[in-house]
């Protein structure tokens, strides 16, 4: 406001000196006024134009600083609001929200209490969406494939269900196999119920099969103990088996159906082709 109050004084001083100039010029064309007179008017009137021209340089510099700080302050500003924005983010995360809508089962931390990312908070659990998860020997496990029809015995009535997930690791021997139940949920499930599974891998009928030898490899030709017809004693014949379960394994060749095998650990007697029981 003072650049502009010096400048509007300048510029009325300027007109002021200007329109004396002119009149005196008028003046010294008609010979009432000396040259001496004339040029002391036009000088100063030269001045007051230099100096108006000045002031108007030095208004507009002030105006484009003032601009240039506006924009520091500004960029200031929106500094300050985007960290304050990032403080309020942080302090809102702070208020941990489950992403469902369930039952609070587990809160294992205290008031206060710090904790290092990604430890667990709570465990909500929503009692009409479970699953079951099922532990498959890794020798069984590479046949399981995802969509495959099973049932789980929860002890209480058996639900149907699909995996729907196969743990790429292996944990003690075993893979966590994923199982959403597509059945109605008998009374008394809940969150981490003992239960037992059963995974359908394939469906063959009519097949003649025998309990799985504690040694021997599906669709491969194994040596099995036969019992003769009166039970006394057993002879060694090979078996072409096909495909195996956890229990059960299929017969191609080898023994025919009433036939009675010996399918526990024989390899004492692998060099032996007949046996006697007592």
């Known amino acids: 406001m003072n650049q502009k109050a ?3 004084t300048v510029t009325q001083d300027y007109s002021q000196a200007k329109l004396q100039a002119e ?9 009432v006024i000396s040259g001496l007179s004339y040029k002391a008017s036009k000088g100063k009137s030269d001045e007051l134009t230099t100096r108006n021209d000045l002031e108007g340089q030095r208004l507009t510099i002030a105006q484009k600083a003032i601009v240039a700080q506006m924009a520091e302050q500004q960029a200031k500003v929106d500094q300050m609001r985007t960290l304050a924005q990032l403080r309020q983010k942080q302090l809102d995360d702070l208020k941990v929200r489950a992403s469902i809508d369930g039952v609070l089962v587990d809160l294992p931390l205290q008031v206060g209490q710090r904790v290092a990312p990604g430890a667990m908070l709570a465990r909500v659990i929503q009692p009409n969406h479970l699953i079951a998860e099922l532990k498959i020997a890794e020798t069984q496990a590479r046949d399981v494939q995802i969509g495959e029809p099973a049932s789980v015995d929860t002890h209480n009535g058996v639900v149907a269900g699909t995996v729907m997930r196969v743990d790429p690791a292996v944990q003690n021997g075993t893979v966590t196999v994923d199982v959403k139940l597509t059945g109605e ?3 008394g499930a809940r969150p981490d119920l003992s239960v037992d599974g059963t995974i359908d891998l394939e469906h063959l009928d009519n097949v003649l099969y025998v309990g799985r030898p504690a040694f021997g490899q599906e669709n491969s030709t194994i040596s099995l103990f036969k019992l003769d017809p009166d039970s006394k004693g057993a002879v060694r014949v090979p078996v072409r088996v096909g495909r195996a379960s956890v229990n059960s394994i299929q017969v191609l060749e080898g023994v025919h159906e009433g036939d009675t095998v010996i399918l526990s650990d024989m390899s004492r007697s692998d060099n032996t082709e007949r046996i006697r029981l007592e």
Do not use: R, S, W
């Open 23 to 31: 009149t005196d010029k008028e003046l010294y064309d008609l010979g």
């Open 6 to 8: 010096g400048a509007a």
């Open 185 to 187: 949920l008998p009374k």
